[in-house]
């Protein structure tokens, strides 16, 4: 049965998505690419998994190898503790020279996005790549879409990795809108609370 993280499982939640983000051209684009590359990629893991945890959006597979940040999007404006992690965020992955940049990225997107924010935000999922196919990836999606349905509230995500989004699209997510940067699309999905499909 899928369970909601806590604190104790920071360490194992941030491994999952250190993995997965190595492979993804939006977390590559966005941290600083120097010899602290992988250093970098596991602070903004870090940085997901805290952000999300405050809004009790993590959620972890029965055998403890998959992860879904999933939460809705108006529950909880930043904190004190959301700014800080933010700064750290700054400083130990993305690096000042980015800042700049990051911020015209996160701008567009929240324009793109509903105002109201009366939805799920699906930031993140992943399973450990030696458990791929096992029965992590299933339970976290059906944990997610009945939350949809029994909330009756879409669900909406960014992806820039295109085998995901084909993934996504067999599930129901439908693009709203497409963003042709210079080395990866990100493509903004959505997902009706009463889609159904026999997949």
Avoid at 66 to 85: E, P, R
Avoid at 92 to 104: D, E, P, Q, R, Y
Avoid at 153 to 178: C, D
Avoid at 179 to 199: A, V
Wanted: hydrophobic share 35%; with cysteine.
């Amino acid at each position: 049965m899928v369970k909601r993280a806590n604190l104790s499982d920071e360490n194992v939640v941030v491994d999952i998505i250190t993995e997965s983000f190595r492979n993804n051209p939006s977390v590559i684009s966005s941290v600083k690419n120097d010899a602290k590359l992988d250093t970098r990629i596991k602070e903004l893991a870090r940085y997901a998994f805290r952000t999300a945890i405050s809004r009790n959006g993590v959620l972890l597979s029965s055998n403890n190898t998959g992860v879904a940040i999933c939460y809705q999007f108006n529950i909880k404006k930043n904190s004190f503790l959301d700014y800080w992690n933010q700064i750290r965020l700054v400083c130990k992955a993305i690096g000042i020279s980015k800042v700049f940049t990051l911020l015209k990225r996160e701008k567009y997107i929240n324009k793109i996005r509903p105002k109201e924010g009366n939805y799920l935000y699906f930031w993140f999922f992943g399973v450990k790549e030696s458990y791929r196919g096992s029965e992590a990836a299933k339970e976290l999606k059906t944990a997610i879409f009945k939350a949809s349905e029994d909330n009756q509230l879409p669900i909406y995500l960014e992806t820039s990795v295109e085998q995901n989004k084909i993934v996504y699209q067999r599930f129901g997510f439908k693009i709203y809108h497409s963003w042709h940067r210079k080395d990866h699309t990100l493509w903004f999905m959505k997902r009706d609370p009463n889609f159904t499909n026999s997949i």
